[in-house]
Antibody, heavy 123, light 112 residues
C-alpha cells in the first residue's frame, strides 16, 4: 500500500525558509492530491495546503503568503517551502494523501499519513 | 483557534461506551460538508478512523462509529479497550472567508 516519508532539516533559523520533501512509495503520485499538515508540540492539527500531481495548488489562507508546495512526478515526491519562519512554526510536519470525491466538494479526507518530522525554529 | 470544538477529554472503563462531540457552525458541518475522524496514538501520526461521517476504512473495528446532525458530529466507541487510549480529531471543510480544511480541537480518551 501507499506509504509516505517526510525528510528535511530538523532545525531552521528564524527568518529563514523551512524546506521539506515527502517521498511516496508503493504507488504513483499521479492522479491524487497531496497535502502538508502540521502539529505544534502538544497542540492540534493545521492543514497547510495541497498540490495535485499536475501542479495545481491550494493553500490555507492563513499561511498562503509564505507557502509554496511543488511536485516532482519523476521522483514521486512533493515538497513544502515555508518562508520567514518564526518560533510559532515549530511543529511536527506531516505529509498525507488527500482523498477527494468529485461528487462531494469539500468532503475530502487525509489518508494515509507519513510518520511526521519535527522542525524546530531556533537560532 | 480551531472552528470545530471538541471536549478536551473523555474517559471510561474497559467495556464501556464513550462519545466524542465535534461542534461546528453553518459554514462547515452545518453547510453539509462531511466530517471525518482520526485517531492519534501517543507519539504517532494520525490515522483515518471514520470518513464521510459514518464510514469505516478497512481494518477499523466496528466498535467505532460516526454520525452527523445539524452543525455537529459524534464519534462513539463501544466496548472500550485499553488500546483505544489516544487523541481523536474531527475534520471537515469550512467555506467562510478563510476557506480551508479544518480540524477539531482534539479529545484525549483515557481508559480507566
Amino acid at each position: 500500500q501507499v506509504q509516505l516519508q517526510e525528510s528535511g532539516p530538523g532545525l531552521v533559523k528564524p527568518s529563514e525558509t523551512l524546506s521539506l520533501t515527502c517521498t511516496v512509495s508503493g504507488g504513483s503520485i499521479s492522479s491524487y492530491y497531496w497535502s502538508w499538515i502540521r502539529q505544534p508540540p502538544g497542540k492540534g492539527l493545521e492543514w497547510i495546503g495541497y498540490i495535485y500531481y499536475s501542479g495545481s495548488t491550494n493553500y490555507n489562507p492563513s499561511l498562503k503568503s509564505r507557502v509554496t508546495i511543488s511536485v516532482d512526478t519523476s521522483k514521486n515526491q512533493f515538497s513544502l517551502k515555508l518562508s520567514s519562519v518564526t518560533a510559532a512554526d515549530t511543529a511536527v510536519y506531516y505529509c498525507a494523501r488527500t482523498v477527494r470525491i468529485a461528487a462531494r466538494p469539500g468532503g475530502d479526507w487525509f489518508d494515509p499519513w507519513g510518520q511526521g518530522t519535527l522542525v524546530t525554529v531556533s537560532s | 483557534q480551531s472552528v470545530l470544538t471538541q471536549p478536551p477529554s473523555v474517559s471510561g472503563a474497559p467495556g464501556q461506551r464513550v462519545t466524542i462531540s465535534c461542534t461546528g457552525s453553518s459554514s462547515n458541518i452545518g453547510a453539509g460538508y462531511d466530517v471525518h475522524w482520526y485517531q492519534q496514538l501517543p507519539g504517532t501520526a494520525p490515522k483515518l478512523l471514520i470518513y464521510g461521517n459514518s464510514n469505516r476504512p478497512s481494518g477499523v473495528p466496528d466498535r467505532f462509529s460516526g454520525s452527523k446532525s445539524g452543525t455537529s458530529a459524534s464519534l462513539a466507541i463501544t466496548g472500550l479497550q485499553a488500546e483505544d487510549e489516544a487523541d481523536y480529531y474531527c475534520q471537515s471543510y469550512d467555506s467562510s472567508l478563510s476557506a480551508s480544511y479544518v480540524f477539531g480541537t482534539g479529545t484525549k480518551v483515557t481508559v480507566l
